[in-house]
């Protein structure tokens, strides 16, 4: 081979090399960082995208709603208790995405600019990440308990199955003073009986602890009771003797995300 011909060979080769390598380096896997504005406020929230990921086939999304404890701007803390905490433990159970959205402080998930922050972390992870729409998940715990209620009454058919965790439907007296921007229907609604008609057949796991000195179980006890009152497909796990953590034990249920996971929407059960 002339000269000539062997160095524009040997560019070529060369370019088809940095293709290659700016390809597979564009793959991000992990934890990953992003951020969404809606109006004309932005947010920063996490996505963990399982390692074998990539885009030849559609892969589950789990949304993840946190607690009060975790709330800021730094789109970081979220990721520190509850379902990343499992992740980094038990990364071999969790083969979905799963979008970590972070609530401002001093507000709650059942603020609706917080709700509509949330359910657009969600949109934008499944058009990313080559969601499925017919496998999508939401789970929270504590506060994101709260908000896993709220979510699913507003998105009645959207979620193919909910996991909640310590959480509630009622505010607590001693709570609502935290609970700023808190959208909930008059009291003289039975906001649980409201709830189960909307949840409907969805897939529901509950889970709480029963010396839980934050949350009341109570407000768990009386969601798995008006779940069943209407036909629901519920589960229902309460821990003995476990306070205000209960995620610590529900995230390591192995069973959970194998539970969560299995369910899928159907035209029938959309409404």
Known sequence: MHGFGL?????????????????????????????????KETYRYQVYVPADWDRKQKWPVILFLHGAGERGDDGLQQTDIGIGTAI????????????MPQCRKDVWWLDPKMEEMAMR???????????????????GLSM???GTWAVARNHPGKFAA???ICGGVRIPD????????????DEGIDLYALTAQKVGRTPVWIFHGDADPVVPVEGSRKMNEAL???GGDVRYTEYPGVKHDSWV??????????????QKLDAAKKR
Do not use: H
């Open 174 to 185: 001693r709570l609502r003073s935290s609970a700023s921007g808190a959208a909930l229907p």
């Open 144 to 146: 994101g308990g709260y």
């Open 228 to 230: 069943k009152a209407v």
């Open 7 to 39: 160095k524009v060979c040997c560019a070529l080769a060369g370019m088809l090399v940095l293709a290659g390598s700016v390809s597979a380096g564009s793959r991000e896997t992990g934890f990953l960082n992003r951020a969404v504005t809606v109006g």
């Open 249 to 262: 034990k529900a995230y390591a249920e192995p069973e959970l995300m194998k539970w969560l996971l299995a």
């Open 121 to 139: 972390t969600l949109e934008l992870s499944v058009k990313e990440f080559n969601g499925d729409p017919q496998r999508l998940y939401l789970t």
């Open 162 to 164: 909910y996991a909640v």
């Open 88 to 99: 980094r433990k038990y990364q071999n159970r969790f083969p979905a995405v799963i979008v």
